[in-house]
T-cell receptor, first 116, second 111 residues
């Protein structure tokens, strides 16, 4: 099956710093990637849709200047949390979709961000 | 936009019993309905999915039913086992491919 990796798997940072999370599709080309955030004991909330070579589409209420998304190639999307604060601490999960018209998304293992 | 509601939030069953989780959706344009199992700290794993042109799909102990008219779909797990214990999420997607998740059901299967 299709494999998606994320790096790092966990990160602890100080308040005010920026953190970059990478999402890679290892064995397929992902035209579209999605970024989700999941707080403890809650559901996955879609943050943004990332299409290769174009600007990300953010969901309502998600600050695009705070959560910078770059999808520079068909196998890599990055999420940068800028000026992180404790309330940004969460589990960030990416997913990748391959060929257009096929709905199934393949999820990365997630990145746990803790902001002190 | 799409809104997905999921019930119950917690479900406890005895090993061997059946478990049913129900979801409703609001957007009639949604046409893809996956179910995910998520263990603590892990990624969601797709366990079964159904598309809007099908009313029912089964895979061994797991089945999903879809009622497009009523806009609801359900997950059925038969002969539950302790390893089925996890959080289960339903989701709905339209042609934009965005997945909107339900609120989750914590299933506990007691031996």
């Amino acid at each position: 099956g299709a494999v998606v990796s994320q790096h790092p798997s966990w990160v602890i940072c100080k308040s005010g710093t920026s953190v970059k999370i990478e999402c890679r599709s290892l064995d397929f080309q992902a035209t579209t990637m999605f970024w989700y955030r999941q707080f403890p004991k809650q559901s996955l909330m879609l943050m943004a849709t990332s299409n290769e070579g174009s600007k990300a589409t953010y969901e309502q209420g998600v600050e695009k200047d705070k959560f910078l998304i770059n999808h520079a190639s068909l196998t890599l999307s990055t999420l940068t949390v800028t000026s992180a604060h404790p309330e940004d601490s969460s589990f960030y999960i990416c997913s990748a979709r391959g060929q257009a018209g096929y709905n199934e998304q393949f999820f990365g293992p997630g990145t746990r961000l803790t902001v002190l | 936009g799409e809104n997905v509601e999921q019930h119950p939030s917690t479900l406890s069953v005895q090993e061997g019993d059946s478990a049913v989780i129900k979801c409703t959706y609001s957007d009639s344009a949604s046409n893809y309905f996956p179910w995910y199992k998520q263990e603590l700290g892990k990624r969601p794993q797709l366990i079964i999915d159904i598309r809007s042109n099908v009313g029912e799909k089964k895979d061994q102990r797991i089945a999903v039913t879809l009622n497009k008219t009523a806009k609801h779909f359900s997950l059925h797990i038969t002969e539950t086992q302790p390893e089925d214990s996890a959080v289960y999420f339903c989701a709905a997607s339209d042609n934009t491919d965005k997945l909107i998740f339900g609120t989750g059901t914590r299933l506990q299967v007691f031996p």
